[in-house]
């Protein structure tokens, strides 16, 4: 809903400045979307004259002006026609933002001619579409603000447009008379009350309104409408266009203007009738189906059974509540109008609308509900306009149908208010406030107004009280508390490090399985269990006689199963416990995971490949990592006997200090499992990475390295069967102060080296911490990796 300041004010007495009207506004319930200044937009602008304009030596149709500023005599090339000498301009300095172009001036040339500025029209400050020459203003001062001159002689232009938000239940506040009645029950100011006189007629209706029974039962209780002859229907005046634009709609001609201006001004939708188009009478009926309606919007639409229509004797000619007919649409060639005021019911609207999916300012107030009572004031109050801007003669008044009677009564509680908004407000100034929005008290009795439909119970009558008090002083209800302070956490470091390391494996795109914790006594075998100790006494089966003494006979399993139904690429993991005994504390609880097949589908850019243990490693990695396991580890062998003996790592802090194993699972496992490979997997031991030892809510600062890092390349030649971590390990003791990083990059095994020699290349990164490194510093460091390595494997560097 969109209104400016001084709409408002006409309906509103008040010395609120904008910022308490705007504040004021959200206060009770009706929230401030957008507020468009026009004065902020057109700040920068200044008046000037042009003392001078002669032709452009190199173009005819552009002149070179002098015009005199506030800051003395300017040089200006324009091209408008109406460019002349004498004449008071808006001007627009290098580096004034011109809105209506887009552009933020500069110093220009133009046509070999230096231009500082130039003079605007009225479409490049948005004020208008007219662009046919520059403005010339009738009065002004040199150096004064374009924005002072406007407020004295043309406010409109400069008139803030204010955008609120109105909730379904809120159809009063569509209408800007409505608006101001909050406004005025807050204590904002005074509500403007209109007198409207009836408008006697001067000749009988010439065209009869009937509404079938059914119709005035469930659709339209009523129908008001009157002919006026002898109107003239041009532009209507600028206040009523100016009003029109600021909020967003096109002037089109006084007739639709005036239906327009009643709609936001009072939530009075009207619909005027070009009546010499108009052949009989008009009857408001329910839609047979079937029947065809070009409306306005020049789209024609097909009625379907039920929906409510207004027709003469050639078929439809209005959509009720709705859309107007083109047939029977004023235009500038219109003399006689019929006048329609009506209520329509709003749910038959709002599923109209729905249903041949229509959207007008008509429909969006009728579905939320108008004021029935003012249907009778607002067509007299149309024609008055009318007849001020147009002229003509009206004729009587027809009537059809009844106003609907909405009273109705609901008792005031004025405890209320503190039971159910923790406000305390007293009861006299409660009856003040519903009785300044309208509402009647007869005792304790409170009679909501005809424009209020939402109003249907005792609570909303606290409502209404309430925000008009102000919505920000509401108290949430207060309950009793039982406990003092943050209540406990229930769960426990390793049930909360169990839940952080099921998402994260099911982030990394596993799925989970939950298996049982029993397998048969061959496959447990396979995994190092399969004992006395873990059998069970009483299995159900005997594929269910031994404890799991691992989570991957549970998942190869699944695995195999779902290969088995053609589904061969599978990523799966589990979280629980396995057993390697048979008392309650012979128990690990592990997160597992395993990959078996390939990365992908097929695809035309081969990027589908077989996973391998680096998959493993990553995804493993990933998951300590999200429990908390420090990232300083080792990448030990020695697993158990079913991962493949040369494809596989154990992640420790120590050779005892066992938190992961990653690798490829062994072909054999695999075949007696039935799964077709490859297949990769990781187990991690979720008891085992140290927890903190403080708690902490923070994480630790942030260590930011403002120094250069330097990065050395070595190749060393070692004994074939040296392992690279005891080569890295080597490398990485140099200098524990600067050396933050060592890596394998590269191996090389035969040619020029001879048998029984390798050569594995290695990455060594320097951080400083105080001051950048030197090159004899760097050297010092290179050789002291250089002696290690040697003492440790043997090995020399590759030349």
């Keep these: 809903m969109k209104f400016t300041l001084s709409w408002l004010k006409d309906h509103l007495d008040t010395q609120a400045s904008l910022d308490e009207i705007l504040y004021a506004l959200t206060d009770l319930g009706l929230e401030v979307e957008g507020v468009e200044d026009p004065a902020a937009r057109l700040a920068p602008f200044t008046i000037a004259k042009v003392k001078s304009a002669e032709q452009h030596p190199d173009a005819d149709r552009l002149r070179v002006c002098v015009v005199e500023t506030d800051e003395g005599d300017r040089q200006i090339v324009c091209g408008a026609p109406n460019a002349r000498a004498g004449i008071t301009v808006v001007l627009a300095k290098p580096g004034d933002y011109v809105p209506g172009i887009d552009v933020t001036l500069s110093v220009g040339t133009i046509r070999g001619v230096e231009s500082h500025g130039m003079m605007a029209s009225e479409r490049e400050l948005e004020l208008s579409d007219e662009h046919s020459g520059i403005i010339e203003l009738p009065s002004g001062e040199v150096g004064q603000k374009f924005t002072d001159w406007l407020a004295e002689n043309d406010p409109a232009k400069v008139d803030p447009v204010i955008e609120i938000a109105i909730t379904p239940n809120r159809p009063d506040a569509l209408g800007v008379h409505g608006i101001a009645r909050d406004l005025a029950a807050r204590g904002l100011g005074t509500l403007k009350t209109r007198e409207v006189a009836a408008v006697p007629g001067t000749f009988a209706c010439p065209i009869p309104v009937t509404i079938d029974d059914e119709t005035q039962e469930k659709a339209c209780p009523v129908f008001y409408g009157r002919v006026i002859r002898g109107v003239k229907n041009g532009p209507s005046p600028a206040w009523l266009q100016d009003r029109l634009r600021a909020i967003g709609l096109r002037p089109i001609s006084a007739l639709v203007d005036i239906t327009n201006f009643f709609t936001y001004d009072m939530n ?3 619909h005027v009738f070009d009546a010499d188009k108009v052949s009989g009478g008009l009857r408001v009926h329910a839609a047979e189906g079937g029947e065809k309606f070009l409306a306005l919007d020049e789209k024609e639409y097909v009625m379907q059974p039920g929906m409510t229509i207004i027709s003469d004797d050639r078929g439809v000619e209005s959509l009720a509540g709705v859309m107007g007919g083109e047939e029977t649409g004023c235009t500038e060639e219109t003399v006689n109008v019929f006048l329609e005021a009506a209520y329509f019911d709003p749910i038959r609207t709002a599923m109209t609308g729905r249903a041949l999916k229509i959207n007008s300012d008509a429909r969006y107030r009728f579905e939320r509900g108008i004021d029935p009572a003012w249907t009778p004031t607002g067509i007299e109050a149309a024609t008055r306009m ?15 149908g009844e106003i609907p009677d909405t009273r109705r009564a609901y008792k005031l509680d004025t405890d209320r208010v503190q039971s159910l908004v923790g406000m305390d407000i007293p009861a006299e100034e409660q009856r003040r406030t519903l009785t300044a929005l309208g509402f009647a008290l007869e005792g304790d009795m409170a009679i909501p107004p005809s424009w209020r439909p939402d109003v249907l119970g005792e609570a909303d009558l606290v409502e209404e009280v309430a925000r008009i008090a102000s919505l920000t002083k509401l108290q949430a209800l207060r309950l009793p508390r039982v406990h003092v302070g943050v209540p406990k956490g229930i769960l426990t470091p390793m049930q909360k490090r169990e839940q952080i390391a099921r998402r994260t494996i099911a982030a990394l795109g596993y799925n989970e399985c939950v298996t049982y914790s029993f397998i048969d006594q061959a496959s447990a075998a396979l995994f190092g269990g399969g004992g006395d100790a873990t059998m069970l006494d009483n299995p159900i089966s005997s594929e269910m006689s031994h404890m799991r003494p691992a989570l991957l006979p549970g998942l190869l399993q699944a695995a195999a199963r779902n ?12 979280v629980g416990p396995a057993f390697h ?17 390939h990365t992908g589908d097929k695809d035309v850019h081969g990027s589908r490949r077989a996973v391998d243990v680096y998959d493993a490693k990553a995804d493993a990695e990933a998951a300590l990592a999200a429990i908390g396991a420090p990232a300083k580890v080792q990448i030990l062998r020695g697993a158990p006997d079913y991962w493949h003996p040369g494809r596989h790592g154990k992640i420790c802090l120590g050779p005892k200090k066992v938190m992961a194993i990653f690798g490829e699972l062994h072909p054999k496992v695999l075949a007696k499992m039935d799964v077709k490979g490859p297949a990769v997997g990781f187990a ?8 903190p030892r403080a708690k902490t809510s923070t994480r630790p600062a942030l260590a930011l390295r403002d120094l250069q890092a330097v990065e050395r390349d070595f190749a060393f030649v070692v004994d074939a069967d040296v ?7 080597a490398a990485a003791g140099a200098d524990k102060r600067l050396i933050e990083d060592v890596r394998v990059f590269d191996e090389f095994i035969g040619g020029s080296l001879g048998e029984g020699k390798k050569s594995l290349a290695i990455t060594v990164r320097l951080q400083p911490t105080d001051k950048t490194l030197t090159e004899e510093e760097i050297e010092a460091v290179a050789a002291s990796i250089i002696e290690k390595v040697a003492k440790a494997t043997g090995g020399t560097l590759r030349g």
């Design 581 to 597: 005994g048979a008392e309650p504390e012979e128990q690990h609880l592990l997160a597992t995971g395993l990959l078996v097949g």
């Design 684 to 691: 991690i031991y979720l008891e085992e990475p140290p927890f």
């Design 386 to 400: 009318i007849l001020d801007l147009c002229g003509g003669e009206p004729s009587e008044v027809v009537v059809a």
């Design 268 to 270: 009075r939708p009207l």
């Design 723 to 729: 392992e690279a971590l005891t080569l890295v390990n």
């Design 563 to 574: 290969q088995a139904r053609g589904f061969m690429d599978l990523a799966l993991f589990e």
